[in-house]
């Protein structure tokens, strides 16, 4: 936690997101450099200990893709005996967050700028987290792009290998033929079972505030979907 955030994210063959150019502000700029040494935690494909990273024992929350960060800086501010562990790689939304966190004042949140897949893989220990969030991901609708779709087996299987027993992966799109995706490759994970009574769709959460791509895809038309998993134990 000692630099600035990573501008080139590990290679791999297919990503599930395209690195916009996006325009930051100065204070956004500033903030990812003055605030980062608080916030950040530098990328490198060592296991974290996330006691030492906290300073403390607790349930930690990991978002995926956070945009902005609006939704991760107010459910660190609401529940201050949650740790929460953000990663996104587009640097205005990490500048964006980072200075919501510190006008709140908050001391429970900690911010990754690297590619989610590189984080989970190295430097998130096995059964070290008791939620992940994934909130409206780009759901690529053209077929040809559905690889590049972050939900698919083989990081299903990666992120539950992640959370404890009873942890809970949690997804949102406005993409019904997304959500359909979603609960197709997360049931087919052993190692999850759906929260949903009727195996489909859970009501959003109480803790999961509505994002702007929420607002946006209900401006649209859009149903909404959140999907539930928990990891089953052993």
């Known amino acids: 936690m000692n630099s600035t955030p990573d ?7 297919v990503r599930s997101y395209v690195v916009r150019g996006g325009r930051i502000t100065a204070a956004q700029e500033r903030a990812l450099t003055e605030l980062w040494p608080a916030y950040g935690i530098d990328y490198s494909p060592q296991p974290l200990r996330l006691e030492q990273v906290f300073g403390r024992a607790a349930p930690c929350t990991l978002e995926i893709g956070f945009g902005n960060g609006a939704h991760l800086a107010a459910r ?15 640097r ?28 989970l893989r190295e430097q998130i220990p096995p059964a070290a987290l008791d939620e992940i969030e994934i909130l409206f991901p780009d759901p690529w609708p053209k077929k040809r792009h559905h690889k590049r779709r972050i939900i698919q087996p083989a990081f299903v299987e990666l992120a539950a290998s ?10 949102a799109t406005d993409w019904e033929p997304y959500a359909a995706h979603m609960l197709e490759v997360l049931g087919q994970c052993t190692a999850l079972a759906n929260c949903a009574a ?15 791509f929420e607002r946006r895809g209900q401006r649209l038309g859009h149903t909404v979907r959140d999907v539930e998993f928990r990891r089953r134990p052993g």
């Open 7 to 13: 501008t080139e994210p590990a290679r791999r063959a």
């Open 76 to 90: 660190a501010a609401a529940s201050p005996e949650r740790n929460f562990l953000g990663v996104e790689v587009h």
């Open 92 to 119: 205005p939304g990490v500048g964006h967050l980072l200075l919501a966190a510190a006008t709140a004042g908050v001391a429970n949140l900690r911010v990754i700028c690297h590619d989610a897949v590189d984080v």
């Open 162 to 171: 992640r959370l404890v027993n009873g942890g809970r992966l949690h997804l």
């Open 198 to 212: 009727d195996g489909t769709y859970v009501e959003r959460p109480a803790a999961r505030a509505a994002t702007r």
